[in-house]
């Protein structure tokens, strides 16, 4: 994949991304966006659950997160993605566009559909699917708790539990985890927390979502969605379930299910792509709850929530402006000009080892990526052979520039020009030898 080193993020929110009265101005003005995509997704999940989700979340008086998950779980979902949908439709009709789209849980399947995976009559099908599997086969009770700590603490807290089916859930950043389990163990780990100083909060979720409770749910989901079709990505996606970008090859049918049972890394997601060039984020929903965790892991960076305000018009119209436009213009400051650069001294050049040199960066990607070191050797191929996707070679070039002092990566740097060990190698070398 060639990226510039500026990127831009859509975030694609889960769960908890429900705000009472979202978008309920454009869709009372008769909004065509709003509606056909509302419509359409009421029209699946009318045939396939027998209920819709505009008349419950556009009605006088919304109810409240608390409220539609006790009464109504299935249409809090909904009501998530198709908010997430709508609003990345809304933001392209205004000519913006984002470079990566990363969806955290449930948002992935936005993120996909978003990207082209499944037309919307699809992708509403696998969500609707995805309810009733989990309504059918989770019976489980278990729940999930947020735990204001990082993945240290918060595995050390699982640890003194040591139930089977406690585990750590989600990763959201250096101060807040989610461990999902049964309701006794959940009880349990509040308890510990709070003996700890650890504050807690039970989420609003109807299932323990990504732990191996719902393995059955996985495989009834798999099958079920299996035969909807899927199409080649428009945009790339990363994943933080799978650590890695999708790709058209993939079984989405079995991923997206795997989904129910793997944990969520998003805080070394956000690090990575931040790493190949993210500077510019985007909630692609209801809310501030990613863009939050985003400029808490990397301050300086620009984030725009546009349905966090109380007018979504102008806040979609703030957020499509900073994506048209991500280095310029009111969203973001333009970096000062620099100051002419006075005449280069004259420096003899280095003398270089190769052999020495690939030695030491064989030692680093081994280290790195945990495989032995005889597999690198020059033209062995870093992602189609060894699984070392773009992101990951863009953080490994970025150790390596760390390493060996090579200074700030060209403006015009492309990972996929790098597609072997030899070549980066030689990229050290030549960053050296000056």
């Not at 045939?47 to 979340?57: A, D, M, P, Q």
């Not at 990082?150 to 406690?166: F, Q, S, T, Y």
């Not at 966090?308 to 973001?332: I, K, M, N, Q, S």
């Not at 002419?340 to 081994?366: C, F, K, M, S």
Request: some cysteine; proline content about 6%; overall charge negative.
């Amino acid at each position: 994949m060639n990226r510039e080193l500026h990127m831009s993020v859509a975030l694609f929110p889960g769960q908890g991304a429900y705000r009472p009265g979202t978008l309920a101005g454009l869709w009372e003005r008769g909004d065509d966006t709003v509606r056909d995509t509302y419509e359409e997704i009421d029209a699946v999940a009318k045939e396939k659950l027998g209920r819709n989700v505009s008349s419950t979340v556009f009605r006088p008086s919304p109810p409240s997160p608390a409220t539609l998950l006790a009464s109504a779980p299935d249409t809090l979902q909904l009501a998530v993605f198709t908010t997430s949908v709508a609003t990345h439709r809304l933001l392209a009709e205004r000519g913006a566009q984002a470079s990566v789209h990363l969806g955290h849980s449930l948002g992935e399947l936005a993120a996909l559909t978003c990207a082209g995976a499944y037309d919307l009559a699809d992708a509403a099908a696998v969500l609707c699917e995805r309810i009733s599997v989990l309504r059918e086969h989770d019976t489980s009770g278990g729940a999930m708790l947020a735990l204001g700590c990082g993945r240290e603490r918060a595995e050390r807290v699982v640890a003194l539990i040591d139930h089977p089916a406690l585990v750590l859930a989600v990763d959201n950043s250096a101060g807040q985890t989610v461990v999902s389990g049964p309701a006794d163990a959940i009880a349990t780990a509040a308890g510990i927390a709070a003996q700890l100083g650890i504050t807690s909060t039970q989420l609003r979720s109807p299932h323990p979502f990504h732990n191996p409770l719902l393995a059955e749910a996985r495989r009834q989901l798999a099958a079920r969605i299996a035969p909807l079709r899927t199409r080649p990505l428009t945009v790339p996606v990363y994943s933080p379930i799978l650590g890695r970008f999708y790709r058209d090859g993939d079984d989405l049918a079995e991923l997206l299910a795997l989904h129910l049972v793997t944990p969520v890394d998003f805080r070394t997601s956000v690090s990575a792509l931040h790493a190949a060039g993210a500077r510019e984020f985007v909630e692609i929903g209801a809310g501030r709850v990613l863009t939050a965790l985003v400029t808490e892991a990397l301050p300086g960076v620009h984030a725009v929530a546009p349905l966090a305000g109380r007018d979504d018009e102008a806040g979609l119209a703030t957020a499509a402006e900073g994506l048209r436009d991500p280095l310029g213009g009111d969203a973001v400051a333009r970096p000062a000009a620099a100051a002419p650069a006075a005449a280069p001294a004259q420096i003899a050049p280095v003398e270089v080892d190769r052999d020495e040199l690939t030695g030491q960066v064989r030692a680093l990607y081994a280290e790195a990526m945990e495989y032995p070191d005889e597999v690198f050797t020059d033209d062995v191929l870093l992602e189609a052979d060894l699984g070392i996707d773009s992101v990951k070679q863009t953080e490994l070039l970025s150790r390596l520039g760390d390493r060996f002092g090579l200074g700030v990566p060209p403006a015009g740097l492309r990972v996929a020009d790098y597609d072997t060990f030899g070549k980066v190698v030689d990229f050290v070398a030549a960053g050296i030898a000056p």
